[in-house]
């Protein structure tokens, strides 16, 4: 059967100077108002998750071409390089936040995230701009859930949410797996903590067959040519979910599963495509 795709994209940092960490992740805010340009000149409906995840449920059906929005760890360029060129379009979104992470400048280990130092919102920000983007959650402190022992994930996977909805005041029903990993446990933790969907990244479209709590989606880095995002931009280039995870996938898992039992630090080699 052939669905038709819907490009989840996910953004990270939208800056003209990141932290060397995350600059392989990042977009610049020119380049970022030119992809935008590019979803409108080709005649996507950018449209709010939750439409994505009410589909999936059996809900109304997706416009024909339409595609998401969504921003992952809480960078501070969101604030001010990102929503000002959302609001200009009438663009919807969804920022999943590392809740360990928010606080300014930087994230100083006593706040218990696992990512490095970078500029990162604060707490005002994120309820300032909890009217105009959906706001979701991205675990505590940002680890490989699928390689930590059940009740360390599941503290993670609920502890955000309690966080952010105390914060905020109201429900948060989205998650993203930290760097896109989950496996058949987490997902069902994360249904269980009460979230209604989560992201994954799988380097494919979604669509309407899709899984609510491992949404595909294609990642936008700085390397992430033209050409490149116009294809995903025309529904090519990618495969469309549902598929099954790739054999390299489950292996990488077990590997990563091994080192956390030996007490080695997680290796920095690039991941397979999940």
């Not at 760890?73 to 979104?93: E, K, Q, T």
Request: proline fraction near 11%.
């Amino acid at each position: 059967m052939t669905y038709q795709p819907v490009p989840v994209f996910l953004y990270h940092s939208v800056s003209i100077d990141p932290p060397p960490w995350i600059a392989p992740f990042t977009v610049s805010p020119r380049v970022f108002a030119e992809q935008l340009d590019l979803l409108a000149d080709n005649g996507l409906d950018v449209v709010p998750l939750r439409r994505l995840v009410a589909a999936l449920r059996g809900g109304p059906p997706l416009p024909p071409r339409s595609a998401v929005l969504t921003f992952d760890d809480g960078f501070a360029d969101f604030h001010s390089a990102v929503a000002p060129l959302l609001a200009a379009r009438g663009l919807p979104a969804t920022l999943y936040v590392t809740t360990g992470a928010l606080g300014g400048l930087s994230w100083p280990p006593e706040r218990g995230s696992l990512l490095p130092p970078g500029p990162m919102l604060t707490w005002r920000q994120v309820r300032e701009l909890d009217p105009f983007v959906d706001i979701g959650g991205h675990t505590r402190t940002h680890p490989q859930l699928d390689a930590l022992p059940r009740q360390s994930a599941l503290e993670e996977i609920q502890g955000c949410k309690a966080r952010l909805e105390d914060a905020l005041g109201h429900r948060v029903d989205a998650f993203a797996y930290p760097h896109g990993y989950s496996s058949r446990t987490v997902r069902r933790l994360v249904d269980e903590a009460g979230w209604t969907s989560a992201t994954a990244v799988r380097y494919g479209f979604s669509s309407g067959a899709d899984e609510p709590l491992r949404i595909a989606r294609l990642m936008v880095r700085a390397d992430t040519t033209r050409d490149r995002f116009l294809a995903w931009a025309q529904g090519t280039g990618a495969p469309v979910a549902p598929f099954p995870e790739r054999a390299r996938s489950k292996a990488w898992r077990s590997y990563r599963r091994l080192l956390a039992g030996l007490d080695h630090p997680y290796p920095s080699l690039p991941a397979p495509a999940r």
